[in-house]
């Protein structure tokens, strides 16, 4: 997408001069302090529509743990509910439903720390099988995530610990980890609905996490079918298997981080606002500070505006080590306030600015001949004229 920016900047300038800049004549923006001022309100307005992409990209990341925070996950892959009790600061109880999931995403930790918990259910169908209680200890750790999966071994309660993580595949491909309660089967696969050749092979003993191609899969114990599920780019699910009877399966799937659904052509938008914005501003900018300067000062001003532009770097790579905010969408905004704030002061500025008279600001100054507006030949012949009569520093700029 970066390339977008100066292919823009290559198509905006012709554009700006020959069809924008007249438009705004038209309406009374000709002087060169007023394009100045509009192309700074204009990257303004590139922030804020910045900041609200990030909005919709912020409902779709994965949330990490801090480092100060761990993560817990526990899947119950049993046919009961169970209530826990912990030891845990803040989360003294809590519910895991049948065949669901419980998730604690900010659990302040500073070390390796354990906690005791006990579970506990009332349902007759876990009463008979005498697994109405199950004690153990939570093991978390700083910065990490780790999970729980209870499911049946041997007439009893059995409790599987694996490190997890919520972070989506680097290539965007959707993620998934199978978690089995099943004693007839040792292996599932997953077939691709569209592509046939496409065929994951997933051991049921295991619990690492596996990279597959976006689709539809139709999951097969066997040569049987037992249901479907709909894997999205850069989405993390946990696929729960429960053998409710001999050969009878419950197949539910749980969305860890939601998928990308936010399309790349949205940071289109952003792109023309601030490159618009950036033509305006940048072009003018050094038309003017080169025109307005004395003839002995015309290169110390011009490096004094670049030493401007330094300084605006220096500023936005301090704001953002600073971490005044912890949002991107909110520094986005922060950086739109900044600009909107600055572009107010410098328009109050500029009202009251004249032009130096030893150059001939005119020159800067959209043609408004309402003929010559109409026949690009004449607007090309004014062109050339100017280019006759100009001796040319630098690209960005000239002097009559």
Not at 229 to 254: A, C, R
Request: glycine share 6%; net charge negative; with cysteine.
């Amino acid at each position: 997408m970066q390339v977008i920016n100066p292919l823009l900047i290559l198509a905006f300038i012709p554009v700006f001069q020959s069809c924008i800049y007249p438009v705004l004549a038209k309406i009374g923006i000709r002087r060169p302090l007023q394009k100045l001022s509009l192309g700074g309100l204009m990257t303004g307005i590139a922030f804020v529509l910045s900041g609200f992409v990030e909005i919709a990209l912020d409902r779709t990341n994965a949330i990490l743990p801090a480092a100060h925070e761990s993560q817990l996950r526990v899947f119950n892959g049993l046919p009961c509910d169970y209530r826990f009790h912990t030891d845990i600061p803040n989360l003294a109880s809590f519910t895991v439903p049948s065949r669901g999931a419980f998730e604690s995403l900010h659990i302040d930790v500073m070390t390796n720390t354990t906690f005791q918990f006990r579970a506990e259910t009332s349902e007759i169908v876990c009463v008979r099988e005498n697994m109405t209680e199950l004690s153990g200890t939570f093991y978390l750790n700083p910065a990490g995530a780790v999970s729980y999966f209870m499911s049946r071994k041997g007439g009893k309660i059995n409790l599987v610990e694996y490190a997890d993580t919520a972070a989506k595949n680097r290539n965007g491909l959707p993620s998934i980890r199978l978690l089995a309660n099943v004693k007839t089967a040792k292996e599932i696969s997953l077939h691709h609905s569209k592509n046939g050749d496409t065929v994951y092979n997933i051991l049921l003993n295991q619990y690492d996490q596996l990279a597959v191609i976006e689709g539809e899969y139709g999951v097969f114990v066997g040569e049987r079918q037992i249901g479907t599920v709909k894997l999205s780019p850069g989405g993390v699910y946990t696929l729960l298997l429960d053998e409710v009877l001999e050969n009878e399966f419950n197949l539910q799937t749980h969305t860890i981080t939601p998928s990308n659904s936010v399309h790349m052509l949205w940071l289109v938008p952003q792109y023309v606002v601030i490159t618009a914005g950036e033509v305006m501003f940048s072009i003018t900018g050094l038309e003017f500070s080169y025109s307005q300067a004395p003839e002995s000062m015309k290169s110390v001003i011009q490096a004094f505006w670049l030493l401007t532009v330094a300084i605006g770097n220096m500023l936005v790579v301090f704001i953002a080590k600073a971490k005044f905010v912890q949002s991107q969408s909110l520094e986005f905004f922060l950086f739109a306030s900044l600009m909107f704030l600055d572009m107010g002061f410098f328009m109050i500025l500029a009202m009251r600015y004249r032009y130096s008279e030893n150059t001939q600001v005119d020159s800067m100054v959209v043609e408004t001949n309402p003929n010559k507006l109409n026949d690009p030949l004449a607007m090309c012949d004014t062109a050339s004229k100017r280019g006759a009569k100009s001796t040319y520093v630098n690209e960005a700029f000239q002097e009559k």
